[in-house]
């Protein structure tokens, strides 16, 4: 039997189903996607990565069993509908055996070709028995094979397909905007020489009603390029702003620092919405800091960097998060108008037990003084971290040994019913968790 055509496929594969179905056997669907060949169409040209699959559909096919069916299903896609299972581990057995095969270099006129295939796997049972219902579920555990850097993953019910999930929340997070379903949280910043509250940052916080507490990391990756960014840029902007003077009138005189992405960057209408924000709620420009990630400050941008120069000309400050994560240039680090770099967690954690951590926030240190910058330690935990980084110089700490992110009302309770002054006392607000 030759290997088919997609319309074929379907129709023969409808036919062993029904039949399956009345005899009470089992069968499988396999869907195998190809990473590799969407790289090689630019490079060998359309028609030769077509002929590739033919030959590799040719070679699934002679080794599987006669029965099975093979298919094209797309331009780095195949198909295989399994028969003749006696148990549904044969299904799992049958795709390691594809997957050893095809994981082997393919020979294609003078040059090997490594072709890096992924199986999502369907078994047929009393829930999972239409054609279109096994192809479904099998693309979907193709794709948290994808997601998961696995080579095969079997379907099963119970999982929740991970693009429909990012779908459904998608849409879930257009309501929210609207319906005041976000938050912010405020976590502390101590400037370490004074022992005050420097500044806030708004964190955006989002509990879904069915999934719970949404990580904001997982929010901005639904929203980053699409129409909702903007929405939540500008309810970011005007609820950080709105609720620093809210703060500030309960008596805690600080700042806000605000993360804006590297969409909000690319957005014209940015340094309009910002210039309103001020006149609006009137926090002095110098009280509020812009924080945006080093990848988005760094990235080579005419635009970027005319919006960071527009921004800071209005007297805000800026700062780049997440410093040393990212591929920071020194020659564009100068080009930048910052006022402060923040060292991300991952090295301020492990200063306390591990040298090399230490010797990167001395050296980060060290050298964001050199450029007039301000430097901002995240994820303070503990008490010898703390006075390391005030042997070290750094200006500003923030983390739960000071206290976690908050909403405004507990803010302003916590502010109000503690000293502002932890030079006397370890410098903490609020106990963790």
């Not at 359309?46 to 070679?59: C, E, G, K, P, T």
């Not at 879930?172 to 938050?183: K, M, R």
């Not at 007039?372 to 703390?386: C, F, Q």
Request: hydrophobic share 45%.
């Amino acid at each position: 039997m030759t290997v088919l055509t997609y319309q074929n496929f379907l129709k023969r594969a409808a036919q062993e189903l029904n039949h399956a179905r009345s005899s009470g056997s089992h069968k499988a669907v396999l869907v195998v996607n190809f990473e590799r060949l969407a790289e090689l169409d630019g490079v060998l040209g359309f028609s030769a990565v077509d002929d590739i699959l033919q030959q590799v559909a040719n070679q699934l096919k002679s080794a599987l069993h006669p029965a099975d069916l093979v298919g094209i299903s797309g331009r780095y896609q195949l198909c295989c509908l399994l028969g003749e299972l006696l148990t549904d581990a044969h299904a799992m057995l049958a795709a390691h055996k594809i997957i050893r095969i095809l994981a082997q270099p393919f020979a294609f006129g003078r040059r090997n070709i490594i072709l890096a295939p992924r199986i999502g796997v369907a078994i047929q049972n009393q829930s999972n028995h239409t054609l279109d219902q096994l192809m479904s579920n099998a693309s979907s555990a193709l794709r948290r094979a994808k997601q998961d850097q696995d080579p095969i993953k079997l379907f099963h019910i119970e999982q929740e397909d991970p693009l429909l999930f990012h779908i459904d929340l998608w849409s879930d997070l257009g309501n929210a905007i609207e319906t005041g379903g976000l938050y912010l949280g405020y976590q502390p910043q101590i400037d370490i020489a004074s022992g005050k509250i420097k500044s806030t940052e708004a964190l955006l916080r989002w509990v879904h009603p069915h999934h719970g507490p949404i990580r904001t990391d997982k929010l901005i990756q639904i929203a980053e390029g699409t129409a909702l960014m903007p929405k939540i840029t500008l309810w970011v902007f005007h609820t950080a702003l709105r609720e620093c003077c809210e703060y500030r009138q309960a008596g805690l005189h600080a700042g806000v620092s605000i993360n804006f992405s590297a969409d909000d960057l690319r957005d014209p209408e940015l340094t309009d919405l910002v210039s309103q924000g001020l006149a609006l709620w009137n926090v002095p420009p110098g009280d509020i800091t812009v924080e945006l990630t080093e990848t988005a400050v760094m990235a080579n941008d005419a635009g970027t960097l005319d919006t960071l120069y527009k921004l800071k000309d209005m007297g805000l400050k800026l700062a780049m998060d997440d410093f040393g994560t990212g591929y920071s240039s020194m020659a564009r680090m100068l080009d930048l108008p910052l006022d402060e770099v923040k060292i991300d967690m991952i090295f301020v954690r492990h200063m306390a037990t591990r040298h090399k951590h230490d010797r990167i926030v001395d050296s980060m240190i060290n050298m964001a003084h050199r450029l007039n910058l301000s430097v901002v330690a995240e994820g303070v935990e503990d008490i010898k971290t703390y006075q390391r980084l005030q042997a070290l110089g750094c200006d500003v700490i923030q983390g739960y040994l000071i206290g976690k992110a908050m909403p405004l009302p507990e803010l302003i309770a916590t502010v109000n019913k503690q000293s502002l002054d932890f030079l006397q006392t370890p410098p903490r607000m609020v106990t963790e968790g």
